[in-house]
């Protein structure tokens, strides 16, 4: 992969001002050798303008000479210091000064106890720990876990509360996610009330209305009064 800026550019130009050859000019812009000749033959790149390496700095003179004077021979081009600047740096794993170090498992304790949802790797990331620590303060095998209390790690100096709400708020995303691809807890808790609501009215015994008392003979005239004389 080369490193030079506007690859197809330098290959116009190198096509129309020198007698490099296509692998030349193709080790040097990155390209493959029929691109080249298909810039040379016009049916690519027809559109673009082409860019002297020279006068952009990311070639010398003499390299040019000495590949055009020796076909097998590749052309190095000039690194840009500002292209290094545009590199992407990778960071390193966190580093937690030596005062602080022995704050980390009052941190880990937090989260296990408040933000369970945060991964065990996400909370090495942010802490600067390994899993092995994060495992033993969780179990409480830790050799200090007598002394170990949770402590919010923005308090302790460790993190910044932004970072820390970015990753919790990570954390509940993913969570939610999970929880509706299962089909979330509070579904299953419902489901689960209405099954045993169902059971215990499946088992109440049948209501069955009592029998009314029969009454006895409507009273006549005769057993109110008497019988007439």
């Known amino acids: 992969m080369t490193d030079i800026l506007m690859p ?10 020198t007698s490099l050859t296509f692998e030349q000019i193709a080790a040097f812009c990155g390209l493959h050798p029929l691109e080249v000749r298909g810039i040379a033959d016009g049916d690519v790149a027809r559109d673009i303008r082409g860019a002297d390496p020279i006068v952009n700095g990311q070639l010398t003179r003499e390299e040019l000479d000495k590949a055009q004077g020796d076909e097998n021979y590749r052309m190095k081009a000039v690194v840009s210091r500002h292209a290094e600047l545009l590199k992407p740096t990778k960071t390193g794993p966190k580093y937690t000064p030596v005062s602080r170090r022995q704050d980390r498992p009052d941190a880990i304790a937090w989260f296990v106890r408040n933000h369970p949802e945060v991964t065990d790797a ?9 899993k092995a620590t994060i495992d033993s303060v969780r179990n ?20 910044g509360q932004l970072q820390l709400d970015e990753v919790v708020r990570k954390a509940a995303e993913k969570k939610a996610k999970d929880d509706a691809k299962r ?24 209501f069955v209305p009592e ?4 009454r006895g003979a409507e009273p006549t005239a005769e057993s109110v009064f008497g019988k007439a004389d």
Do not use: C, F, Y
């Not at 197809?8 to 001002?17: C, G, P, Q, S, Y």
């Not at 409480?140 to 993190?159: C, F, Y």
């Not at 689960?192 to 215990?200: N, P, R, S, T, W």
């Not at 029998?211 to 029969?214: F, V």
């Open 8 to 17: 197809k550019a330098t290959a116009v130009w190198l096509v129309d001002n």
């Open 122 to 130: 996400q909370i090495s990331k942010m802490l600067g720990t390994t």
């Open 140 to 159: 409480r095998t830790h050799w200090n876990s007598a002394n170990i209390k949770p402590v919010d790690p923005v308090t302790l100096g460790l993190v």
């Open 183 to 206: 089909g979330g807890p509070t579904l299953q808790e419902t489901e689960d009330a209405l099954a045993a609501a169902q059971a215990e009215t499946d088992n109440e015994p049948e």
């Open 211 to 214: 029998a009314r008392e029969r």
